[in-house]
């Protein structure tokens, strides 16, 4: 089951397939996806938190419908079978983390902009003991988030990482106390919509776009992007005492 619901800008998707650790069955990945397609499409929806029901975030496709044949393996190169994979987002997307966060359950958080980890959360490729391939991104993000070494680490040997490794090397971005994932994920997703989000989201864009463009491109590219923010209509004189659209500076302080 998917849960779906929003809290002003915010769209929550909460896997919730409690017998199975949340894993994904082919159903529950046409429902993710369409829901992130629905996020993408809808201008009041500024970001998205995708988490998981009961303590888990997601243990990854569901072996039993894997073994049965239910996955139509065809769609593979077109679609991830999980669902969203494949998908490039324009707008921020933030994962909330519960226990464990394995095998596609991690490609889909690393699909993610950030990852918000309980201290219950564990890390890994899981599938390696049993022949399963990364075919939902993981295998592209994953180093990309957190280098080549450490990424090969964790394909290669399929270990657990518990939240306090991943942190360190950046594969989760905050770690909170058990419980408290999907709340911390929530004040931050309220954060990043109230930013001026032309500006932010020409940013977002710039960065994620300069992985595919030579240095030259990529600089011209963000400056492209900057002159277009810079025509929203944010004038100097806003910064000048400390305030802008989204706030004054000063409130981030103690963050």
Excluded at 219 to 237: H, R
Aim: contains cysteine; charged residues 25%; negative net charge.
């Amino acid at each position: 089951m998917l849960h779906v619901e929003t809290d002003g800008p915010v769209h929550i998707l909460t896997l919730d397939r409690p017998r199975a650790r949340n894993a994904i069955d082919p159903d529950q990945a046409d429902r993710l996806r369409d829901a992130f397609r629905a996020f993408e499409d809808d201008p009041d929806l500024r970001v998205a938190i995708l988490t998981g029901a009961g303590g888990t975030f997601c243990a990854g496709a569901d072996l039993k419908a894997v073994a049965a044949g239910a996955f139509d393996w065809g769609r593979l190169l077109h679609e991830g079978p999980l669902g969203p994979t494949r998908c490039h987002f324009s707008k921020p997307v933030i994962a909330a983390v519960e226990g464990y966060c394995v095998a596609g359950g991690l490609e889909l958080a690393v699909m993610c902009d950030m990852r918000i980890a309980s201290e219950t959360a564990i890390f890994g490729i899981f599938e390696r003991r049993w022949g399963v391939p990364l075919v939902d991104g993981g295998t592209v993000r994953l180093p990309r988030l957190v280098g080549q070494s450490r990424a090969l680490d964790m394909i290669l040997t399929g270990r657990p990482v518990d939240a306090a490794e991943a942190l360190s090397f950046g594969l989760a971005n905050r770690v909170v106390p058990a419980g408290e994932a999907l709340r911390a994920a929530i004040a931050l997703a309220h954060d990043i919509a109230g930013f001026p989000q032309r500006c932010m989201l020409n940013d977002r864009a710039s960065l994620l776009s300069q992985w595919a463009l030579p240095l030259d491109a990529a600089l011209q590219n963000e400056a492209e992007l900057g002159m277009d923010s810079l025509a929203d209509g944010t004038t100097a004189d806003k910064f000048a005492d400390g305030a802008g659209r989204g706030g004054r500076f000063d409130q981030y302080k103690s963050r």
